[in-house]
C-alpha cells in the first residue's frame, strides 16, 4: 500500500477482554514503532523494531502489553486483561532505516476503548 | 534520558497574527529535532526537521543549543495552520524519537 496501514480502526473492548491491534508498515521500511496517544499526554513510546534485531521494549507500560513482528513487516499489539485506562488512540509508525534524520510516516491509528 | 517538554497544551491566535510554538528539550548528546502535525482527521505528518534548516508552510524553527530550545515560528497565522503540533528529539544512533505532549493550536477568524 502507498502508507501505513493500520486495524482496526476502533475497538470497543470490555475490561478483562484481550485485544489485538495489527499494522502493516510501508513496504520496504525497516523500522517500525508503535505508540500510544491520549489526550493531554502525548505521544508514549511503547515498542521498537528495526530488521531483525532484538526490539526495544523499553515503553511498554506493563507486562500486559507485548508485540510482534513476523517476517519483518506486519506487527500485532496485544494487550492482555485490558483496563479502562489503556484506552487510548495507538498509532503504528515507519521508517526506511533507524536513527538519523529519517522521517516517521504515522497510520491513521487504532482508538481503543475500554468499556 | 532524552525528554522534550511542550509548556503550552492549548494555544489561540487571531488570523495574521505571529504564533510561536514553544518546545525545550533535554539530552547530554547531539540532538536531532523535529516537529510533526496533526490536522483535523489526518494522520500525524513531518512538518519540519531542524537540520534541513528549511521553511516548511512558512513555519521555521531555530535549534537552541544554549537555551535547548526549538521553537516553531509563522510571522503570520492562517486559519488552516490550526492543528496539532508536536515537538520531537531523536539523536543520531538512537531508535526511539521522543515526542512532547503537543500543543493544540487554534487559529481564531
Known amino acids: 500500500g502507498a502508507g501505513v496501514s493500520q486495524s482496526p480502526s476502533n475497538k470497543v473492548t470490555e475490561k478483562g477482554k484481550d485485544v489485538e491491534l495489527r499494522c502493516d508498515p510501508i513496504s520496504g521500511h525497516t523500522a517500525l514503532y508503535w505508540y500510544r496517544q491520549s489526550l493531554g499526554q502525548g505521544l508514549e513510546f511503547l515498542i521498537y523494531?528495526?530488521?531483525?534485531?532484538?526490539?526495544?521494549k523499553s515503553g511498554l507500560p506493563s507486562d500486559r502489553f507485548s508485540a510482534e513482528r513476523t517476517g519483518g513487516s506486519v506487527s500485532t499489539l496485544t494487550i492482555q486483561r485490558t483496563q479502562q485506562e489503556d484506552s487510548a488512540v495507538y498509532l503504528c509508525a515507519s521508517r526506511v532505516t533507524s536513527g538519523g534524520t529519517g522521517e516517521l510516516f504515522f497510520g491513521e491509528g487504532s482508538r481503543l476503548t475500554v468499556l | 534520558a532524552q525528554r522534550v517538554t511542550q509548556p503550552e497544551k492549548l494555544l489561540s491566535v487571531f488570523k495574521g497574527a505571529p504564533v510561536e510554538l514553544k518546545c525545550n528539550y533535554s539530552?547530554?548528546?547531539?540532538?536531532?529535532l523535529f516537529w510533526y502535525v496533526q490536522y483535523s482527521r489526518q494522520r500525524l505528518q513531518l512538518l519540519l526537521r531542524h537540520i534541513s534548516r528549511e521553511s516548511i508552510k512558512g513555519f521555521t524553527a531555530d535549534l537552541n543549543k544554549g537555551e535547548t530550545s526549538f521553537h516553531l515560528k509563522k510571522p503570520f497565522a492562517q486559519e488552516e495552520d490550526s492543528a496539532m503540533y508536536y515537538c520531537?528529539?531523536?539523536?543520531?544512533?538512537?531508535?526511539?524519537?521522543?515526542f512532547g505532549s503537543g500543543t493544540q493550536l487554534t487559529v481564531l477568524p
Open positions: 520531537a528529539l531523536s539523536d543520531r544512533s538512537a531508535r526511539q524519537l521522543t
Open positions: 539530552y547530554s548528546g547531539s540532538p536531532e
Open positions: 523494531f528495526q530488521g531483525n534485531s532484538a526490539p526495544d
